[in-house]
């Protein structure tokens, strides 16, 4: 692939700035919402782990 | 013999049968939503050609559409568990209605981000108050006002319920936005796929889209699938069952 198509399919038309704002935020949504659950899930786990260490007796 | 058949998929209702099932299947789609993801970016950007009206700027119809059609199909999904959950009383589809309804809120956010980015070079406009923009964004604040409505009410009980009976109410909204394009004039254009006639776009196009909405879809249903067993985590930390599952590392 030549610089040159690779600069036309980048530019899209001129379209290139509409077009890959699109793909980027799609991206950056799918990261953003797997990265809030993991961080909610973990959230949950360290507290019940907590309060569990809190309860052992033999602790 | 169909009372047997029924109590074997009705076990799925209760969160201990759920939550290992859940767990084994997120893998499946996952594996599903990458590999047509990366063929329906390929087909799409690669292989099917421009557009002989807008050039390359429909390109953003492949993540368009697809999300777009989810952002309709998950709130629709969430009004059946809701309607079962008011029905039936069944814990697990108030917690799928929770589950659903943040990447709801997501798909509709890409529906207006992504049609504000065709809207510009297309119509020379990110926003028009028209019937079609209009009612989608209807959809995103609907999807908020139940993320909303289930973080404001303490007792789970009476916030399964409440968030359930505003998912049904907000199930008008879905005919509104699917036809708004034929009751009322409206700048955006009509449906780019119709069941009834025949497809006027390339069939490389049309692969294009059935395949990112296909990834979209299994992205959904991982996702949500996941954030369910959180739910049931939160939810069932004092049952018995759940001990073993919290060695386990976070789902």
Same mark, same amino acid.
């Given at each position: 692939?030549?610089?040159?198509?690779?600069?036309?399919?980048?530019?899209?038309?001129?379209?290139?700035?509409y077009?890959?704002?699109?793909?980027?935020?799609?991206?950056?949504?799918?990261?953003?919402?797997?990265?809030?659950?993991?961080?909610?899930?973990?959230?949950?786990?360290?507290?019940?782990?907590?309060?569990?260490?809190?309860?052992?007796?033999?602790? | 013999?169909?009372?047997?058949?029924?109590?074997?998929?009705?076990?799925?209702?209760?969160?201990?049968?759920?939550?290992?099932?859940?767990?084994?299947?997120?893998?499946?789609?996952?594996?599903?939503?990458?590999?047509?993801?990366?063929?329906?970016?390929?087909?799409?950007?690669?292989?099917?050609?421009?557009?002989?009206?807008?050039?390359?700027?429909y390109?953003?119809?492949?993540?368009?559409?697809?999300?777009?059609?989810?952002? $309709?199909?998950?709130?629709?999904?969430?009004?059946f568990?809701?309607?079962?959950?008011?029905? $039936?009383?069944?814990?697990?589809?108030? $917690?799928?209605?929770?589950?659903?309804?943040?990447?709801?809120a997501?798909?509709?956010?890409?529906?207006?981000?992504?049609?504000?980015?065709?809207?510009?070079?297309?119509?020379? #406009?990110?926003?028009?108050?028209?019937?079609?923009? #209009?009612?989608?964004?209807?959809?995103?604040?609907?999807?908020?006002?139940?993320?909303?409505?289930?973080?404001?009410?303490?007792?789970?009980r009476?916030?399964?319920?409440?968030?359930a009976?505003? #998912?049904?109410?907000?199930?008008?909204?879905?005919?509104?936005?699917?036809?708004?394009?034929?009751?009322?004039?409206t700048?955006?254009?009509?449906?780019?796929?119709?069941?009834?006639?025949?497809?006027? $776009?390339?069939?490389?196009?049309?692969?294009?889209?059935?395949?990112?909405?296909v990834?979209?879809?299994?992205?959904?249903?991982?996702?949500?699938?996941?954030?369910?067993?959180?739910?049931?985590?939160?939810?069932?930390?004092?049952?018995?069952?759940?001990?073993?599952?919290?060695?386990?590392?976070?789902?």
């Open positions: 692939m030549s610089i040159e198509s690779l600069m036309e399919f980048w530019s899209m038309q001129g379209y290139g700035l077009v890959w704002p699109c793909i980027a935020i799609t991206g950056v949504v799918l990261a953003v919402e797997i990265f809030l659950l993991q961080k909610r899930s973990r959230r949950h786990l360290k507290r019940i782990r907590k309060s569990e260490f809190d309860h052992d007796p033999a602790s | 013999m169909e009372s047997i058949e029924q109590r074997r998929w009705m076990r799925f209702a209760s969160p201990a049968e759920f939550y290992p099932l859940a767990g084994r299947l997120v893998p499946v789609f996952i594996a599903v939503a990458i590999i047509t993801a990366v063929i329906g970016i390929g087909v799409g950007f690669f292989v099917a050609p421009t557009d002989a009206t807008q050039g390359e700027a390109r953003i119809i492949y993540l368009h559409v697809p999300v777009s059609w989810m952002s $309709m199909f998950i709130y629709l999904v969430m009004g568990w809701a309607a079962i959950g008011l029905i $039936m009383q069944t814990r697990l589809s108030f $917690m799928m209605v929770h589950a659903l309804a943040p990447t709801g997501w798909m509709a956010f890409l529906s207006l981000w992504t049609g504000a980015f065709w809207g510009k070079p297309t119509w020379g #406009t990110w926003w028009v108050w028209d019937a079609r923009l #209009t009612s989608e964004l209807i959809l995103l604040f609907l999807y908020l006002a139940i993320i909303a409505l289930s973080a404001a009410i303490e007792d789970k009476r916030s399964d319920r409440a968030c009976l505003l #998912t049904l109410v907000g199930v008008v909204n879905i005919p509104i936005i699917y036809f708004s394009v034929i009751w009322w004039n700048l955006h254009q009509g449906a780019s796929i119709s069941f009834s006639k025949a497809p006027t $776009m390339a069939t490389t196009m049309l692969w294009g889209i059935v395949l990112m909405t990834g979209f879809w299994a992205y959904t249903v991982a996702i949500s699938l996941l954030r369910c067993r959180v739910e049931i985590l939160e939810r069932e930390t004092e049952s018995d069952w759940i001990r073993p599952h919290l060695r386990q590392r976070a789902p």
